[in-house]
């Protein structure tokens, strides 16, 4: 059955075979759920100490970590349903991005998620049945500022077969939406609010470390955010997005100049520009600056932009061939796809 499962030639968990290995394994909703973020030394009388993430796992590790024995694993790896190296020693091991991408794809629930350099994730938050109330304990997360347990819930969220962008388009994105209400009314509101940024991009880029690294001849994509536009968030969720779908994709960030994209679409041979527009400015501007980026890449058919952003005036004014709106993360994927199938 196993084996079957992780023939399964699409790319999230069938919830059959999940539940099938729930009751294979015994998993109970309370035993924990895997969130990959650093061990962090918990006890009161501790010192809170980081250690790096684990970057490769034994096959006993991985075993252990999802309920199976060494030697099922081994078996699997010998069948190629999971991608192992060999050290220099002959012995097997595992990237981390690779029993991330094994664990989504079969659907298997993580029992042992310190085996595998992770930190479990106590509490009621279930990642299966999402997204009953995922929007409601994300926020409480980012509200508090307790990163450590908003990276376990969105990690543990993508373990379980959730797309990145659906993640970011629900549950983040309405956690952030209402979190930014609170400065109208609550003394402390800009502090929580630059304080669930801080945590949003500490899972976002903890996230992203744990993609598979994009194949060599991957299409590459650049974005960011125009001048005087300061937002983080938007633009690094279309990087791990992008990622997600197998782009190499860097995020240049905030207050990038289009001279900057422009040159970075020769530097780096890219395919794929995303723009986020979060401030408003005059429309003016914001047409004048995409009008500029359009005619500097108009040379290049192979290239195109795909803009977005919570102001992006609806709908955009200026109509060129090369650029595309794309109003969320699902889109931005729906639309990068349609592109790769073209190419
Ligand atoms: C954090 C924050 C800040 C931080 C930003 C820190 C940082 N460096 O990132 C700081 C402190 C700088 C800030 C400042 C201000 N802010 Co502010 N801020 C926010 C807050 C709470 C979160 C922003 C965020 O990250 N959202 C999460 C992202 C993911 O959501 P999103 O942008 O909607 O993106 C989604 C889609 O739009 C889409 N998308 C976005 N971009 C792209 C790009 C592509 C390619 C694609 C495909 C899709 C896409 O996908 C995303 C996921 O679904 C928002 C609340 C909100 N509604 O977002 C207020 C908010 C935007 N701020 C607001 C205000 C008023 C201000 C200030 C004027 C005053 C203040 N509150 O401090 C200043 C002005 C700053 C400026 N220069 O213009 C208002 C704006 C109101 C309005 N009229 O538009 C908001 C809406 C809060 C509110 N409800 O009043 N802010």
């Not at 004048?288 to 919570?310: F, K, P």
Request: aromatic share 4%.
């Amino acid at each position: 059955m196993c084996q079957d499962a992780s023939r399964d030639p699409l790319p999230n968990p069938s919830r059959q075979v999940l539940r099938d290995w729930r009751v294979r394994l015994g998993w109970r909703p309370s035993g924990g759920v895997a969130g990959i973020i650093p061990i962090e030394s918990r006890g009161a009388s501790r010192p809170r100490m980081r250690q790096a993430t684990k970057q490769h796992l034994s096959p006993k590790e991985l075993g252990k970590a999802v309920g199976v024995s060494e030697s099922t694993l081994k078996r699997w790896a010998d069948e190629g349903e999971i991608r192992v190296y060999r050290t220099a020693g002959g012995h097997r091991r595992i990237d981390l991005s690779e029993a991330v991408r094994f664990i989504r794809k079969t659907g298997m629930p993580v029992r042992e998620p310190r085996l595998l350099g992770l930190s479990a994730l106590d509490g009621p938050f279930d990642p299966v049945n999402y997204p009953a109330d995922a929007a409601k304990l994300m926020r409480a997360a980012l509200e508090e500022g307790d990163t450590s347990r908003f990276r376990a819930m969105l990690v543990s969220t993508y373990l379980a077969g959730r797309s990145v962008a659906e993640v970011c388009d629900g549950p983040i994105a309405e956690a952030m939406h209402a979190i930014g209400e609170f400065w109208q009314h609550r003394n402390d509101g800009i502090l929580i609010e630059h304080r669930a940024t801080d945590t949003c991009i500490a899972a976002l880029n903890q996230l992203r470390s744990l993609l598979v690294r994009p194949d060599p001849g991957a299409p590459r994509a650049i974005g960011g955010a125009f001048s005087n536009d300061p937002y983080l968030v938007p633009s690094l969720m279309a990087a791990t997005v992008l990622s997600s779908e197998g782009w190499d994709a860097t995020n240049l960030g905030p207050e990038t100049p289009v001279d900057v994209l422009v040159g970075a679409v020769e530097q780096l041979d890219v395919r794929l520009v995303w723009l986020s527009v979060s401030v408003e400015r005059k429309s003016v501007h914001l047409h004048e600056d995409l009008n500029d980026l359009a005619d500097r890449l108009q040379h290049r058919s192979d290239v195109s932009i795909a803009v977005g952003g919570r102001v992006l005036p609806q709908p955009l004014k200026i109509r060129r061939p090369n650029l595309q709106e794309v109003r969320s993360m699902t889109e931005l994927v729906a639309f990068t796809r349609g592109l790769r199938a073209k190419a």
